[in-house]
């Protein structure tokens, strides 16, 4: 079925990858020659999607888990059509190109997730099945199936060596997401060299063991045998199937079937090689119109596939209006009009742990967003994240919306950012705050992609007591904060918390993340007035100085402020007239004006004192060179949490006896 | 062959169990009651250990990955006779104690890991066995075999659940760690409830894929069973072992066999249940004099090997004098007296990538330092941490001192952790900055353990180019700053870069992480005198003002060093007179004394601008309210180096229009 316009396609892409590779003097030429075959084969034949809607919902997915060879996917969406066009490929790897050096979502039409950090993209397919799944059960009805594609991967040896690939397929085993089908690039070699010095793995007894299907195909570029490995895979109804391609990396470059292909350039001699060896003949970015004839078959397909949907769902929307607004609502990442409607209130006197108000959130947001779920690393009877009127996500139950991810923080991230690059979900995500390290990588990929997912974090201080160091985070606010385009809430009693989740579900653009008490917080005087505002502004004056200026400025943040709230009254017994300013969210307070910003530290005031149960480094451009942070710069230690918090100096006297020892102000000399 | 006696030893672990967890009113009853039949089997019966001695090199080594049994490891500690008394049982998870909630390296005598973070104890075991096998090849001698040992793993369904236990398992397989044996406790039940919520692997299939011996244990507390299990564990030539061990998790417990067991305490009543189902009729914290003396058996035994041992060693040493002298230089943490022989030497003029710098520093340090070697996660070619002399480490070349870690950042950093824990060597690990996100809970574990390792990250920044986001670190900097008990370098130049490795190598109880350019820096004036003493003390004036005192301070790390060099001459034609600081590492500048830090950053000059490629968050506290910071607080982009640094700010211009746009400090009001 695949004639010698298939090959020439196939060695177009070829042609393509190693032109954008020589063009920019720099790239991973390795993947793109080896894996063309299966690409060709994959986007030309098998993919339903639309190169000129490339955000269909209902397309295939397809994740270049390996991302170095990006210059196979920007070839690919040149060849069938996409907005990449000859130059954009000549631009590969330029400022502000849309043909950067690693996939980017986001950047270029027709990527489906950044990928590069390996492994990732494994884990961000999980999610994808997953939201596939979920909302079929949920949306799908008898002759609309409205929702109803794959989701293919492309992994090489460095994705499976990762842990997350472990994590990932164990799960998509579990859950039986047979539509998550992945393609295995083996070409034995990794970057330093053969895998054989680093692995001996036999993949299949692997994968079986996880409960996937395992195909084989033995010569990669063999484009029928791909061909029938991927509809056998398409016919699974209950496993996932990996497809191992046995492939020669770097196929017809003079160092082929080595690591030096890997991510070396061919140079021009290297090129010329190359293409001979294909018989490709063609100038440099040229490609025979009858390769672009042969794609534009696969694109004509992809447009009546589409076309086709529209029909469909217009059909649905008028036996299932109201489902099919939710759909609709849902995909445009909207929320439903009323998501906001009876969520929990607090009254002066109340007090409760951050982790139980999110959960009555969750719960109240679970009723009024009906596309709202998410899940825990085994933790949810610590978390507090369980939907208790909802089932669990299983294979028995996809219209469950409690995930349970076991223990797999990395994959439970990236398959959230898998669910919301989907589309169609509101989706949250839970673990300790201390082992935010291990999904780490992945919530920088929410940043970077700008998803909208919520990271739930409790257990937020050595608070949590006896079970000791490992398990209470001190540096984790400081990193977070650190790392662009997320957003981190530390809430000081039930007030915040609400107002920092509305702010979490509203986001359009960046992951948030709560990091939540284990203990109480009683509700603060006026936080019941000012916390929508103050939360939203990052930090504000939750309790004024008596004069028309404070003498000092005490900044706290979550379990802290009550804390320096006791330290403003003892030191108004001294006359000592200070300001205490709640600062939830550094980032928020970062993004205000400066006249808002000085409106709450005024510069001018430079007697600060900052308190926060964790590292202070990021404290001292809020308290200045005259100010001081109280903080903790070592480890927590196992013991009785009050103790502990006690040791740590989180005192009322030590706040008040630490402002009271700030120097005064030294003039300019 | 196993008695009466025997079931009441395992008896005493559960009720000494119990009694800890009620009298703290806290932990996790659930492990030690199910897997106290396996515990006992090893301590009592199979493991090769002095409990009067637990720094006894050639022991053999037992980790409970599963952390949160930590009632389980101090029971055995305790009846076995090592320094845990009953008075210090009662003490379970009280400060400084010496029984915290997760077992702490360091904190108790015997206690050979911190564990609690999952996977992990299986990550370090891994780096065990793998200094096990180092070591025996280059110290073991026809009938001496001075290192022969097992590393025991007791693992839960959790640990088997992270990605690190395949990447660690995986790893294992390869290397063919035959002394490597994994005890499973398998309960089927995990914090939130049955782990057939979350998982269906196949373990047998899924670590024979792996290349491992599986054993299958069907009765939990059969003593026999599990003893024959270990034996023949113990016989594999080739392959680590898993165990497979069926329990009842909390058995005996009114709840036994749910998760409510798994982390709640019994009660009273529960507590009074459990022990008449073991037919233990003793009061709380009671153990029968039996008890204690069948475990005496164990300890004489264990004493007995140690002193056969001794012997042995004299012997050697004899033999090999030379040898003996490295090996005991090696297990006792130090250096040889030449270590620092022959160091890379750099003249002006010179200018070298961090990373090449490091590289000659790891060819002559290997020289130097026999028992000195480490990895890279695939990334040798690119960290440059590969030493062209040695062999790789394999099964075949067990001598090899090059380990190919293969894509497992995260297993990487756990095994160089055990290896440090292990004893007898000097140990790295490298991979890009960016990466370090997928090792950083092990990271933090070595922190918390004091280990002396090192981790090589190079692509220190954005200067990496295109490569993009994903491969560019940003928040890295700060976000190890802000973690307790690291060192992290920053090296300006080659000279600051051979100062640091020093430093590093030199470590007795803090892992050295050094942040490493892939671009050329330049030797800068100065560094060859100042920057010995200069990076030991963090921070130092690297190019002082004309005058006394300067108007103004430059602070830079890295590669900014020499821009903010350029633009002191700027300034100086300007008649702006202002000193540069190198801050090669901020946490080393942190533990100066006042004067020192006043003699670098005078307290009275407060038009200070800091640049560094990195999140600006941690330069507030060195730049206060009055000066800037010229950072990249948000993610990078594909694009060419130069061109990349330029629009960041990174310019000799910005910096002095940065500087000069600083407001005269204000005056107090």
Partial sequence: MFDRIDEMSVNAIRALSIDMIENAKSGHPGLPLDAAP???????????????????????????????????????????????????????????????????YGVTEGVDASTGPLGQGFGMAL?????????????????????????????????????????????????KLNKLIVLYDSNDVSLDGPTSNAVSDDTRKRFEAYGWNYEFVKDGNGLEEIHHAITRAKGQSEKPTIIEIKTIIGYGAPNEGTNLVHGNILGKEGAL???????????????????????KETAEKGMKAEEDWIQLFKAYKEKYPELADEFETAIHGELPKDWDRDLPVYQAGDAEAGRMTS?????????????????????????RTNVKDEEIFQPETPEGRNIWFGVREFAEAAAVNGIALHG??????????????????????????????????THDSIALGPDGPTHQPIEHLTSFRAMPGVVLFRPCDP?????????????????????????????????????????????????????????????????????????????????????????????????????????????????????????????????????????????????NADELIRLNGFTVENVVETFKSLKMKKQLV
């Fill in 495 to 639: 007030n915040e918390a609400i107002a920092s989740w509305k702010l979490a579900i509203q986001s359009k653009d960046h992951p948030a993340l709560l990091a939540l008490s284990r203990q109480d917080l009683p509700v603060l005087p006026g936080t019941g007035e000012l916390a929508g505002e103050g939360v939203a502004r990052g930090a504000y004056v939750l309790s004024k100085q008596q004069g028309d200026k404070p003498e000092g400025i005490l900044i706290a943040s979550g379990s802290e402020v009550p804390l320096v709230i006791e330290a403003q009254k003892i030191l108004a017994n001294s006359n000592i007239d200070v300001s205490v300013v709640s600062m939830p969210s550094m980032e928020l307070f970062d993004q205000q004006s400066d006249e808002y910003k000085d409106s709450v530290l005024p510069h001018d005031v430079t007697k600060r004192v900052s308190a926060e149960m964790g590292s202070t480094l990021c404290w001292g451009r809020y308290v200045g060179l005259d100010g001081a942070s109280i903080g903790i710069d070592r480890f927590g230690a196992s013991a």
């Fill in 359 to 383: 959960y009555k959130m969750i719960q109240q947001l679970s009723k009024n967003i009906p596309y709202f779920w998410g899940g825990s690393a085994d933790l949810f009877s610590s978390n």
């Fill in 273 to 295: 090689s190359a293409k001979k060896k294909y018989g490709w003949e063609h100038p440099e970015f040229t490609i025979p119109q009858e390769v672009y004839n042969r794609f």
């Fill in 424 to 457: 169609g979900s509101r989706v949250y995500a839970s673990t300790f705050l201390v082992f935010s390290d291990y999904m780490r990588n992945a919530i920088r990929l929410s940043a970077l992609q700008k998803l909208p997912v919520t990271y739930v974090f």
């Fill in 38 to 104: 299966m690409g060709y084969v994959l986007w030309a034949k098998q993919m339903k999607f639309n190169p000129k809607d490339t955000h269909w919902i209902n397309r295939d997915r397809f994740i270049l888990s390996a991302g170095h060879g990006s210059a196979l996917l920007y070839s690919l969406l040149h060849l069938v059509g996409s907005k990449v066009s000859i130059e954009d490929l000549k631009r590969f790897k330029t400022y502000s190109s849309n043909t950067p050096g690693h996939p980017e």
């Fill in 127 to 175: 999610g994808m099945a997953m939201a596939e799944k979920h909302m079929a059960a949920r949306y799908n009805k008898p002759d609309f199936p409205i929702i109803d594609h794959y989701t293919f991967v492309l992994s090489g040896d460095g994705d499976l060596m990762e842990g997350i690939s472990h994590e990932a397929a164990s799960l998509a085993g579990h859950q």
